[in-house]
């Protein structure tokens, strides 16, 4: 399985800090993405980064990609509670590029 | 949410008996997929679709079926559900291969007892 693994599992900041999520996968991708999952709801997109991409910028959202070591990172700047969620990362196989797998998520928890 | 609906968005069965859940899109968007969420082990692919008629199975496809007669419906059965497929059931569309962006409804949670 190529499935991606957030870390840390859980994550506890206060309002205004950053907030960086890791993802580790397995095999070659063709692109990665960011979903955030508030309690109860379905998964929200948030960026995508393709293979041929290092970093990538939206919003408050800095994402980056290292494929040697089959790596990424979320980084949520000036966190606030509204952000409290979790999230995960989602991979898209090389060959496969419309199957995606999930991790098992970063639970977010941004305090007042 | 992008013009999804899954039903129904509850359900208890007993164990043994069939199951089918329905997602219904409106964007006619190509792909749809099947997952479901556990505490721990967070979205895994049951089945996906690439087009009418077309599926293909994913990580944890046993005891699951599915049939897409629509671009709009997609159809996930449980043949005998067991207690193990208790579990949020989450459908998603994508709308090719250049934007592959995922969108979600709002889930089914299913309880087998």
């Known amino acids: 399985s190529q499935q991606g693994e957030e870390d840390p599992q859980a994550l506890s900041i206060q309002e205004g800090e950053n907030a960086t999520m890791n993802c580790s996968y397995k095999?070659?991708?063709?692109?990665l993405q960011w979903y955030r999952q508030n309690s109860g709801r379905g998964l929200v997109h948030l960026i995508l980064i393709r293979s041929n991409e290092r970093e990538k910028h939206s919003g408050r959202l800095r994402v980056t990609l290292d494929t040697s070591k089959k790596s990424s990172s979320l980084l949520i700047t000036a966190s606030r509670a509204a952000d409290t969620a979790s999230y995960f990362c989602?991979?898209?196989?090389?060959?496969?590029?419309?199957?995606?797998?999930f991790g098992s998520g970063t639970k977010l928890n941004v305090k007042p | 949410d992008a013009g999804i609906t899954q039903s129904p968005r509850h359900k208890v069965t007993e164990t043994g008996t069939p199951v089918t859940l329905r997602c219904h899109q409106t964007?006619?968007?190509?792909?749809m997929y099947w997952y479901r969420q556990d505490p721990g082990h967070g979205l895994r692919l049951i089945h996906y679709s690439y087009g009418v008629k077309d599926t293909d199975k994913g990580e944890v496809s046993d005891g699951y079926s599915v049939s897409r007669s629509k671009t709009e419906d997609f159809l996930l059965t449980l043949e005998s559900a067991t207690s193990s497929q208790t579990s949020v059931y989450f459908c998603a569309i994508s709308e090719d291969e250049i934007s592959t962006e995922a969108f979600f409804g709002q889930g089914t949670r299913l309880t087998v007892v």
């Open positions: 095999t070659s991708i063709n692109n």
């Open positions: 964007e006619n968007h190509r792909y």
């Open positions: 989602a991979t898209a196989a090389i060959y496969n590029f419309n199957k995606f797998y």
